[in-house]
């Protein structure tokens, strides 16, 4: 390969696009309910990429590549890593000295990141990208850093080796189109409904369909040849009005998507990733209008400061919030962290990105690192900050990252009990078996008087042709499925209903519990009440909540709502509302209207209960069980 000059020219309107994506996935991460599939904004990030890489790199004739390999990869590795590595050694610090709590994680997520592979240690370590257990990793949104590294490692061996063997783009193109499409087959395939995607989410090889997919616009529609004189009238008309119908469909799509669909993993992110293309194309044509739109100044500014703005968001909105606002947003906080934000990333693009994009590696180390004690009176105050401040950034982060220093208490997921089995004292119950350990937390007994705020619980309403039958006083036995907030509350329960059955598992989701249902057939009476808390650790579809309740139909169901830091707790909380409302047999409890502005009642992780937790939600359980 030649070192000819880039085939590729700058295009303000990209950088617009680039502005627009990164403030979707933020909104999301900053869970604005407008922006629900906010998280699109990086399927937007690795179709641009795979069409600029692309366009970089090929030939407009032959088949000899525009730069070679070294090139190629150095000017990759000086654009992305310095930052990156500015951003996870600032981000641990802060950690070690301010969150003591996340170094138990973070040290194999720091590392798997300055080897840019986290998307694939997330995965072997079943580390959830929806995880519930305490604050996400500072470190979670660089999963897609990793993803664009391996394709830029890879991508331009596989383009050559292509042009090579196929010789024609035309057919070329073809082959990367086939391959993006058995991309798109595995993530269907492997998607499992109700289930944590997580997956499919974080895998290279599910989601480099979307990178395969600019990869393919490079190919059929080349940067270099777009001319406004090869275009009449009326193909001008088409394409504007095109780029104004996908510009829509991507702004629904960030309004309205959301990722519990079922659709998304099925072909959904394929067919929005196939719009992004056709956007990108139009965008990059001289005539277009949406273009120069998109070319306003203050997007373009948000644009080429989109890499900087997209590594520190997360961090900061992790480690400047706190547990229980995350899903209960304070928006003062949100200015001040949009603030930090943008102006980090602004000193990022200034001071690291830009001059070791221009001037190297080496010559940035001896500009502003390299120690002459005969000079250091005429140095500037950033100079000598920046002298002192490394070294002790680095030396730190390296005691922290080998473990010499020590760390805080462990989440909770790591000493937390697995699962509790409780069989009541009724007629056929087996004898109550306790575990060893069900909580750290003492349970209150039935006298305590608990100070619980008035909740009025949501009831199935009545009609004059229908009319629910009246409780009565005790249920013969009662039975109680959850997650880790049941085993929380399980020896409390067990005192407040002697004959009360409960089955609590970490991790538990409805898809689990339609599976267990059958266990308990024998509780599916109308003198029978079933205690349901689940929610905690993800969504379920609709036809899994449906089979789960139809499982104890003749019997009373209580249905827990949730109160988890995570993106989900709202669509949760929406379907089983809707379930209290369409049958008579079925009550909601709402723990979350009675926990949202109490962080007392949980643990550090946000998510487990203390004392006094447990007390209002048991007392909760009992006040409806007894109307």
């Not at 480099?208 to 190919?219: M, Q, R, S, Y």
């Not at 989109?306 to 949100?334: A, C, Q």
């Not at 988890?564 to 707790?569: A, G, I, K, Q």
Request: some cysteine; hydrophobic content about 45%.
């Amino acid at each position: 390969m030649s070192g000819k000059s880039l085939n590729h020219r700058y295009i303000p309107g990209l950088d617009g696009i680039r502005a627009l994506a990164v403030l979707a996935v933020i909104a999301y991460h900053f869970n604005f309910s407008w922006a629900r599939g906010g998280f699109l904004g990086v399927d937007i990030f690795f179709v641009l990429s795979g069409y600029l890489i692309t366009s970089t790199i090929l030939p407009l004739k032959g088949n000899q590549l525009t730069v070679s390999l070294k090139k190629f990869w150095i000017g990759r590795f000086r654009r992305l890593l310095p930052a990156a590595y500015v951003m996870i050694i600032t981000s641990f610090v802060w950690a070690m000295l301010f969150h003591k709590e996340l170094l138990h994680t973070l040290r194999g997520d720091a590392l798997s990141s300055i080897f840019y592979s986290s998307n694939w240690w997330f995965i072997f370590h079943k580390l959830s990208y929806f995880d519930s257990f305490g604050s996400p990793s500072p470190l979670k949104n660089l999963w897609s850093l990793a993803i664009e590294e391996q394709f830029y490692v890879i991508w331009p061996l596989l383009l050559m080796i292509g042009l090579f063997v196929v010789k024609k783009q035309s057919k070329l193109a073809k082959v990367v189109f086939i391959g993006a499409i058995c991309s798109a087959l595995l993530m269907a395939i492997l998607y499992q409904p109700g289930a944590d995607p997580s997956r499919v989410y974080y895998g290279t090889d599910t989601r480099c369909f979307e990178l395969l997919i600019g990869c393919w616009l490079a190919l059929v529609w080349p940067m270099k040849r777009l001319s406004s004189q090869k275009l009449s009238t009326s193909h001008m008309k088409k394409l504007n009005a095109i780029s104004f119908i996908s510009f829509t469909i991507f702004l629904v799509s960030i309004m309205y998507v959301d990722e519990f669909q079922t659709f998304l993993y099925r072909g959904g992110m394929f067919l929005f990733c196939l719009n992004a293309a056709v956007l990108i194309a139009c965008v990059c044509h001289p005539v277009s209008i949406l273009g120069r739109i998109l070319a306003w100044k203050p997007l373009c500014w948000i644009g080429s400061r989109s890499y900087g703005i997209y590594l520190w968001h997360y961090p900061v909105m992790v480690l400047g919030t706190p547990i229980h606002e995350i899903g209960n947003p304070s928006y003062w906080r949100i200015a001040l962290q949009i603030v930090l934000i943008v102006t980090i990333a602004e000193c990022s693009y200034r001071f690291i990105e830009m001059p070791i994009r221009k001037e190297g590696f080496w010559a940035y180390y001896r500009k502003y690192f390299v120690f002459n004690k005969k000079k250091w009176a005429s140095l500037t105050f950033s100079r000598k900050v920046s002298t002192v401040m490394v070294p002790l950034f680095l030396l730190v982060f390296f005691t922290g990252i080998t473990g010499v220093v020590g760390e805080g208490q462990q989440s909770s997921k790591d000493s937390y009990p697995t699962a509790i089995k409780i069989n009541g004292d009724g007629p056929t119950a087996n004898p109550i078996k306790e575990p060893d350990k069900t909580t750290d937390n003492p349970s209150p007994s039935k006298e305590e008087v608990v100070d619980v705020p008035d909740i009025e619980t949501p009831k199935p309403e009545e009609n004059e042709t229908n009319v629910a039958p009246q409780k009565d006083d005790a249920y013969q036995n009662i039975l109680a499925i959850g997650d880790s907030v049941m085993i929380d509350i399980a020896t409390s329960l067990h005192k407040v209903f002697p004959n009360i059955t409960i089955d609590g598992k970490i991790g538990r989701q409805v898809s689990q519990a339609v599976k267990l249902a059958p266990n308990y057939a024998s509780f599916n009476q109308s003198n029978n009440a079933i205690i349901i808390q689940l929610g905690t650790n993800g969504y379920f579809t609709n036809d899994q909540i449906d089979t789960l309740l139809a499982a104890f139909a003749h019997a009373d169901i209580y249905l827990v709502n949730t109160r988890v830091p995570r993106s989900w707790e709202g669509k949760v909380n929406t379907a089983l509302l809707e379930k209290s409302e369409e049958h008579e047999n079925i009550t909601l409890i709402d723990w979350h209207a009675a926990a949202l502005n109490h962080p007392e009642y949980f643990a550090p992780d946000g998510v487990h209960l203390e004392r006094k937790g447990v007390e209002v939600l048991t007392y909760l359980i009992q006040q409806s069980i007894n109307q």
